[in-house]
């Protein structure tokens, strides 16, 4: 089993930035894939970026403006969200997947116009 802890959610105003963090805890391996999503209002839940050792990966919504990554001593993933839009705005949920799938309690991110 693995437990994922996501922090640093809250209110920014466009142009604003944030950075999320995910603690992760439990029986973790190496090859992990770590990363998050996001789901907006009325919306489906889709990729924002992810990361496995040093190979990263970004929904283009998000390319030049997001940067994603991990710290394994840490066993923790950041986003780092800059430039952020008032289509941002959703519930940000961390996602870690080796032999199974995991993911935390969701995280609210809101961007004001």
């Known amino acids: 089993q693995v437990q994922l802890v996501e922090s640093g959610g809250g209110l920014v105003q466009a142009g604003g930035s944030l950075r999320l963090s995910c603690a992760a805890s439990?029986?973790?391996?190496?090859?992990?894939?770590m990363g998050w999503y996001r789901q907006g209002p009325g919306k489906q839940r889709e990729l924002v970026a992810t990361?496995?050792?040093?190979?990263?990966n970004y929904a283009d919504s998000v390319k030049g403006r997001f940067t994603i990554s991990r710290d394994n001593a840490k066993r923790t993933v950041y986003l780092q969200m800059n430039s952020l839009k008032p289509e941002d705005t959703a519930v940000y949920y961390c996602h870690y997947r080796d032999f199974s799938t995991y993911w935390g309690q969701g995280i609210q991110v809101t961007v004001s116009s």
């Open positions: 990361v496995q050792a040093t190979n990263t």
């Open positions: 439990g029986m973790i391996f190496g090859f992990n894939v």
